[in-house]
């Protein structure tokens, strides 16, 4: 991204919301989203004539200024307003299996900052937690991705899927074209430098994380059919939300995805 | 590492307990600091002849049985005793601001599991946190850096210094031979994967991690006097705690560190 206005440190930022559905025709804009209205008027306290900016997770940042504030409304004209192409670079997607003790919360705020992709929350054979529907466990996910987008200037979000079995996720998202990693705790193993390496053109990457308990053998062998390479992540045992986001860093960091 | 004992998965093992004096020579160990005492007979509820690892965290790891267990004493004898030689791969320093919102504790766990080897919590210009002695918090910085070296089955633990300035790190730790990344928000930057390839001879990293208002100007030009490279971690703003994690990650699996 070259735009300048969005390079400056976070120390100097404009409040940042989310919206949407921020259409580039649109010269004012109203915010009626209960939760995004109350942090503008009741947290942040802005007022009439406070510059802010709009997001709609698609791409598109739009620079305004509060024009009329109501009880659940908030008007804002907008004044700049830029739609950002996709990255052409690689795509991470990552299928992590619901811990037991770290919080999945946890996972999509990092991995969000860190730029991936697709989140898939996973059932795995260890897996011990069980996904209860109706708990309002899918928006407050969808919150954490909102918020952590938001706090680390991203403007294209990551898509979140619901909780899927793994072997759900092999047949979905495991294809020729895709490179998948699955870290494993025993077995025969190459570093996760070593996998990339095999795979130097593509930049199209699925990882597999499994649970505290690790996956069974069963899973490996079921995932090595569909091309999966079984990685180790270092002598040391990481906890899966360690080891999920250091994935993901390794491969942004250093594998130009 | 090639003991076939320390590579099985985690839900197989024994408990492991931090003995700061193990000798080769003991045959027979007394446990007696209150903590470790108190966890293997109060929270684990370990009875004699349960089996017992453990570790000294200078690269000993112990096997044995517990023979006696009086009020505040654990007695083991000692079956089989492995001392270990420190790797001879790459040495990572990470010289961390003491952040505001993020807990120094969270960078401390997720980078003992990740593999650094020495931990500088340091005061920068724009630090807001004021270290305050007397506080135990050099106590607490310890234990959290036992217990994850403990969970991750890391045999030498990380070097925890006192805190230090900027400046007093620049003097003490960059050198000539070793690579310093300082990550910035601004100004001329690379990508860190293109300033490990600049040295791809050395192994030995010094990375300094801004706090939330970042470098000023003034330390990262004075840290490029010193030889450090200005690095960018992407488009993305991190938070402290996942800038340091992402980027000890990063060296760990992709650059043999």
Redesign the interface.
């Known amino acids: 991204?070259n735009i300048p206005f969005i390079?400056?440190?976070?120390?100097f930022d404009m409040p940042r919301f989310f919206i949407p559905n921020i259409s580039l025709k649109d010269q004012n804009i109203i915010i009626s989203a209960a939760d995004e209205a109350h942090h503008i008027v009741r947290v942040l306290r802005l007022k009439t004539g406070d510059d802010v900016e709009l997001i709609n997770g698609l791409g598109t940042l739009a620079r305004g200024v509060i024009t009329r504030i109501l009880d659940h409304e908030v008007f804002i004209r907008i004044n700049d307003c830029l739609t950002m192409k996709p990255r052409e670079k690689g795509r991470i997607i990552l299928a992590c299996a619901l811990p037991k003790k770290a919080k999945f919360e946890v996972i999509l705020e990092?991995c969000t900052?860190?730029?991936v992709d697709e989140i898939i929350p996973m059932m795995t054979e260890?897996t011990e937690v069980r996904p209860h529907s109706g708990g309002g466990k899918e928006e407050r996910f969808e919150k954490v991705i909102v918020n952590a987008s938001k706090?680390?200037?991203?403007l294209f979000f990551p898509i979140l899927h619901p909780v899927m079995t793994f072997d759900d996720v092999l047949t979905r998202f495991a294809s020729p074209e895709r490179v998948v990693f699955i870290p494993w705790?025993?077995g025969n193993r190459i570093?996760?430098?070593d996998a990339?390496s095999r795979n130097p053109s593509s930049k199209d990457f699925l990882v597999l994380i499994g649970p505290?308990?690790?996956f069974t053998s069963q899973e490996v062998e079921r995932s090595i059919e569909r091309g999966a390479l079984a990685v180790t992540?270092?002598?040391?045992?990481?906890?899966v939300d360690?080891a999920a986001?250091?994935?993901v860093?390794?491969l942004?960091?250093?594998?130009?995805a």
């Open positions: 991204m390079q400056r440190p976070t120390v990092k900052e860190l730029g260890r706090q680390s200037k991203r705790l025993e570093s996760l430098k990339v505290e308990g690790d992540l270092g002598d040391n045992t990481l906890k360690t986001t250091a994935v860093a390794g942004r960091l250093f594998c130009d």
